[in-house]
């Protein structure tokens, strides 16, 4: 099968490429014709690989946010595709990482809560990683007994011999797998995986009413927008060391008040992120109002308020306040 890349025109790549199916077919579809299908898609891998660039390229929306910083999302998020006869509740999950701190700990174990409830699991990787990298978790997939899909993104920063190299290796270290090689940056190939997972979903009646779209509030995604503009605004560890909670949130017909509290883990970062004058938290807070105001529809008026709650990432309380527990 030959693909072309292309973004509008301009052909970026020329890939011919076979879609690897498994080695063994144990999941033979037997599906009566009017059956109503729905799933646990449930996306993981390593940092930084592209897993919510692809969640909200199956989804059709924006909901997580993307930045190019390793470990920028922090919980499970679940987008939701549905149709007459099918409904597909995709879970966007943190990268797989060595905990060093109690956050840390929190957003391993969303993962782990992904790996146990999944009726399709979503396996990414990148055209840069090593399949040594979290070996373990690798294994844990390799145990399910459902279907796996491999999905070796970011193909448009290599090319064709790169990429068959990549495959046949991950051919040997999961076997079972579905192996696509995809960007997810210009959404290639993602329609055909896309309908894969449609045909793998197992039989079963909808998880969740056939009109919602995720299970988070808005105040929670407004919290990313914010969260999103740090990642994007501020070096080091200054990111990782910002918390975002929606203090206020009064919605009217053309103007939305919203007030959020940007929580730091040291008194030194709460000048770094205020800035010069207030600069850069003003930067921040314009770039947010603007996404924000785009997600709700109204204009908005947005306040951000720097408080610091030290050493927030390792205490229980206070993860527990910024919504890391698990039920
Ligand atoms: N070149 C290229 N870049 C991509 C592609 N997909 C994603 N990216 C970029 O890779 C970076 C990480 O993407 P994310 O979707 O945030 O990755 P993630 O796996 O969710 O990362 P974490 O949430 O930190 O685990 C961003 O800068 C994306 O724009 C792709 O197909 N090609
Ligand atoms: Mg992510």
Redesign the pocket.
Known sequence: MRFLMSIGAVVVNNFDIAVYRPKSTIFAANFSRMAHKAGFVNII??????????MNAFVGERL?I????????RHRIMGIVNGDDFQMVYS?T??ILKPHYKLQEAMLKFVDTALVDADIIVY?TDMVETFDKNGEYLEKVRKKNIPIILLI?????SNQAELEAKIQMWREVLPNAYIYP?????KFNTAEVFEKIKELLPENPPYFDKDELTDRTQRFFVQEIIREKIFLNYKKEIPYSCEVLVDEFKEGQELTRIRAIIYVSREQHKGIIIGHQGAALKKVGTEARKDIEQFVGTKVFLELLVKVQKDWRDKDQNLRFFGYEQD
Request: glycine share 10%.
């Open positions: 891998g390593n940092p930084n690989v592209g897993k919510s660039t692809l997580s993307i930045t190019n910083k390793a470990q920028t999302t966007d943190p990268g990414v993104n970011k193909i448009d920063l995809v960007s997810a940056l210009h």
